[in-house]
């Protein structure tokens, strides 16, 4: 059979038909659209083996041990460490995105020089030259040098209290937060020693009053285990159904100015019901007087907003359970708590003898200090950051020379931006450890960046919210990323060029040394382990009643009429912390109506929005006496009426494509408030306006 | 004229018949890399003597990250001298249990990079309902490999985890399995 033309015309449409019956061409094109993805360029996760290493989560608080899974040498995975106490296998959004954090675009992949406006790339050896001479120069020189930390835990804290005040100053400050605020009121206000901690796992009852305990308060990963395991019945007093009261077995609402009040009518039923405390109380009785006038069912009532009935079957559960825990605290684990609400929460738990006892408040001893010429640990917590950037932004007092700032972003997470702003202007010259371009960062004069966690050795001690005394140590799980340095070892060199004697010749042998005071196994805490120690400081007399005690109870706490609304801040950890941006993990997993586009969504029921004039979807403003943010309406019931809750962790303006520009950053609308008596200055939770500024959708 | 118009249908229906062996079984053969395993192993005895999948595949622990071949130190733990005069088994011990390196096993259904896979949220499924009939098998599939998108031949496909998503009422958002 000759083929023609015409027959291989048949042939070539027999095979087209053909074809079409086969899966070549559906399974081709399949194919092809799947080889369009993989590219050479990106990353591909190795195959092999997969090992564990066990590391410290030190992106701000909650802190605890983590286990990385690695493929080849490379960090696959963060999970939580089964085998270490303050983790239990559990882990944050924020610690689970660490791997990823790794490679942000936003890393300061060397040290940097600001010239013109404009950072330039230097070498190690050039950013020491520029810096030890302006130190040197500095030396002898009071208060000249200052320096803000973020993280309260880790050993670098001493080394760089250390340097200062072998410069001659003492002006160190952390970040301030919760673990300063319980600080101040402790030992300050109340005469307390050593620093509070909370024995969760051993109370039969638990009232939060504010804390998200659940979600932001203290080891949220720790208080989520314990709840799962039934150890203690939790109530909730707040004016928002957060993840803590939507899991308590009660939720009481109430506003956020009335926890502190709260407390003292719960104080009133249990000072009528129960003996004297057996601790040393001095100004028990003028306390009782107070409480008795000044909290009658009908005051309580007014000042809590409470049904005498509810204050009282609250005050009876207390009373009932045999290890009863109050927590006061801040409603987004931050620094938005009066000294005030923890006078009064500390209080409550001194009326239930609930002092240094299985499953009450504990007074946890000071680390063992290993730099010779650095201030103690109390003393360190001592500085009031927010007083002293407010006293430099008035001109009261002299702005420090130079500015050191280690884990700690305060131009991002300060209430009062403007006033932050204005006194960091003052100061002529500012220098960075952080790992990330963030906004601090971003205004500074020389960048040093420090390791990523998982790239350096790295101490806790005591966490705050910590039942007892803990001391955990993290070893690098992989070589450095980029050309970052270890900052405690850098300090360490410094000293050396600026003859000073810190005592350690590397942050390795230092930290060896604090776990040999401690009495802890290196090679146990280097293996995921933790050094654990339940001794307590006793208290020969506190104080509940003085001068500056009469004074803070004293104050007026109304505010001006034309902000009515109650700001309740929220922190969740997918949006990071102050000092962590949103890691791109935590954008994903933010639902539409959280973050639509570039505005975020606030949260209020229905009766406040129609008071405000807005429904769901509106877009407004929302206005307090310090800043404005824009925002879109989440109507939803769990949220009292007159309340707002307005989400924390938006609104970066450096970082990278995951965090800059999504929403706006509600830290600005809180105000800085130093209380009379107290001393203290706090965030103050705003009370807010919202207007509707056009209809969304 | 009659014959001419019958040898005009033998062409186009030659076509047809190329075109079905192209597409059926030459196709197949060239798209995929037969790959085989480095070590033979079975299944099915081992699931007689361990009795369970747990023991050495320990993806639940892993959570989040799908693929877990058991390690040298799993196989050690029975094999770290040889139990039986096999000629495989003393090979493992020679090659990869003294020398603690690890095999090479070659994932017949690793998921693409894009996939985020949890075993753990998928524990209460049977694991031969993805996995087919694996622990009856005397002997390991070899792995077919695709040369144009770098897949296996048996690598679930997104219709597929489309499929029993929604048949068991969960969520298919695009961020369910893709972060």
Not at chain 1, 377 to 395: C, F, T, V
Not at chain 1, 678 to 686: A, D, F, K, V
Not at chain 2, 50 to 66: M, T, V
Request: aromatic fraction near 8%; charge should be positive.
């Amino acid at each position: 059979m000759a083929l023609d033309r015409r027959g291989f015309l048949k042939f070539v449409a027999g095979g087209v038909i053909g074809t079409g019956l086969t899966p070549l061409p559906w399974k081709l094109t399949d194919d092809i659209s799947i080889w369009t993805q993989n590219w050479p360029w990106i990353p591909h996760i190795p195959d092999g083996e997969i090992n564990s290493a066990p590391a410290l989560a030190k992106l701000g608080q909650p802190e605890y041990g983590i286990l990385v899974s690695k493929v080849k040498g490379s960090p696959i995975l963060a999970r939580g460490n089964p085998n270490h106490p303050l983790s239990q296998g559990g882990i944050d959004p924020l610690a689970a995105s660490s791997v990823q954090l790794l490679h942000s675009p936003a890393r300061i992949r060397q040290p940097m020089r600001k010239k013109n406006g404009a950072f330039q790339a230097i070498s190690w050896e050039q950013a020491i030259q520029e810096i030890a001479p302006k130190l040197s120069g500095l030396k002898g020189q009071k208060n000249k040098v200052a320096c803000v930390s973020g993280d309260e835990t880790s050993s670098t804290n001493e080394i760089l209290a250390g340097l200062l005040q072998g410069l001659g100053s003492e002006k160190f400050f952390f970040h301030p937060g919760e673990t300063t605020l319980y600080h101040h009121i402790w030992q300050k206000i109340m005469g307390g020693r050593g620093h509070l901690g909370f024995d969760l796992p051993g109370a039969d009852l638990v009232l939060s009053l504010g804390p998200d305990l659940l979600e932001s308060w203290g080891n949220a990963v720790s208080q989520q285990y314990l709840f799962g395991q039934g150890t203690f019945r939790l109530l909730y007093a707040g004016p928002v159904q957060n993840n803590t009261a939507a899991m308590a077995s009660r939720w009481i609402p109430v506003h956020s100015d009335a926890l502190g009040h709260l407390a003292l009518a719960l104080a009133y039923h249990i000072l009528k019901k129960r003996s004297p405390p057996r601790q040393n109380l001095s100004g028990f009785r003028q306390l009782h007087r107070y409480v008795r006038h000044n909290y009658t069912p009908l005051e309580a009532q007014k000042k809590t907003g409470l049904e005498e009935a509810t204050i009282q079957s609250l005050a009876g559960e207390l009373l009932q359970a045999r290890r009863p825990l109050v927590l006061p605290g801040s409603l987004s684990g931050s620094c938005d708590v009066s000294g005030f609400d923890l006078y009064c929460g500390f209080c409550l738990n001194l009326l239930l003898d609930r002092l240094n006892t299985a499953g009450g408040m504990q007074c946890i001893p000071e680390p063992p200090k290993v730099v010779p010429g650095a201030p103690s640990w109390s003393k360190m917590l001592s500085g009031d950051l927010l007083a002293e950037l407010r006293r430099i932004a008035q001109g009261s007092t002299e702005a420090p020379e130079l500015m050191l700032f280690y884990e700690s972003n305060p131009v991002y997470s300060l209430p009062d931006s403007k006033l932050t702003r204005k006194a960091l202007e003052k100061i002529p010259y500012k220098v960075s450890f952080s790992q990330f371009m963030d906004e601090t960062a971003a205004t500074c004069d020389l960048l040093l960046p420090q390791h990523h966690f998982l790239e350096r050795l790295d101490d806790a001690f005591t966490p705050f919210s910590s039942a007892a005394a803990n001391y955990s140590v993290g070893l690098p799980v992989l070589e450095p990323v980029h050309s970052t340095r270890s900052t405690p070892d850098l300090l360490l060199d410094l000293s050396g060029k600026l003859e000073l004697d810190l005592g350690a010749e590397s942050y390795e042998t230092l930290l060896k040394e604090k776990a040999g005071l401690l009495d802890a196994d290196w090679g146990k805490l280097t293996s995921g382990g933790m050094w654990r120690n339940n001794t307590v400081v006793s208290q020969d007399r506190l104080e509940l009643w003085n001068d500056r005690i009469s004074r803070m109870l004293g104050q007026d706490r109304e505010r001006p009429d034309k902000y009515q609304v109650h700001m309740v801040p929220q922190t969740d950890r997918r949006t990071g912390s102050p000092r962590t941006a949103i890691p791109p993990f935590g954008l994903k997993t933010l639902r539409e109506e959280e973050l639509e586009q570039n505005t975020f969504f606030i949260r209020l029921n229905r009766q406040t929005a129609r008071k405000n004039g807005v429904r769901e979807g509106s877009l407004v403003k929302i206005v307090s006496p310090e800043g404005t943010c824009r925002a879109k309406v989440n109507l939803d019931e769990g949220v009292m009426t007159d309340a707002v809750v307005v989400p924390l962790g938006f609104g970066h303006t450096y970082w990278d494509q995951f965090s800059r520009g999504k929403g706006d950053n509600a830290l600005q609308l809180f105000g800085i408030r130093c209380e009379s008596g107290s001393g203290m200055c706090h965030c103050s939770t705003p009370r807010v306006r919202i207007s509707k500024i056009e209809a969304a959708r | 004229m009659s014959s001419k118009k019958k040898g005009g249908i033998m062409p186009f229906l030659l076509g047809i018949a190329a075109a079905l062996v192209v597409g059926w079984i030459i196709f197949p053969k060239v798209l995929y890399v037969q790959e085989t395993q480095p070590v033979r192993f079975s299944h099915k005895l081992h699931m007689e003597q361990i009795g369970e999948c747990n023991l050495c595949h320990s993806n639940r622990e892993e959570r989040a990250y799908a693929t877990r071949m058991p390690s040298t130190k799993d196989c050690a733990l029975c094999h770290y001298t040889a139990l039986t005069g096999s000629s495989e088994e003393k090979e493992l011990v020679r090659e990869y249990i003294k020398k603690d390196k690890q095999v090479p096993w070659k994932a017949s259904q690793k998921q693409p990079d894009n996939v985020y896979f949890s075993h753990l949220a998928h524990k209460d499924l049977e694991c031969r309902q993805c996995h087919f009939d694996m622990e009856n098998r005397d002997n390991l599939p070899p792995k077919y490999v695709n040369r144009l998108t770098g897949y296996t031949k048996t690598t679930m496909k997104m219709h597929e985890c489309e499929r029993c998503h929604a048949r068991e009422n969960t969520s298919n958002a695009c961020y369910v399995c893709h972060k």
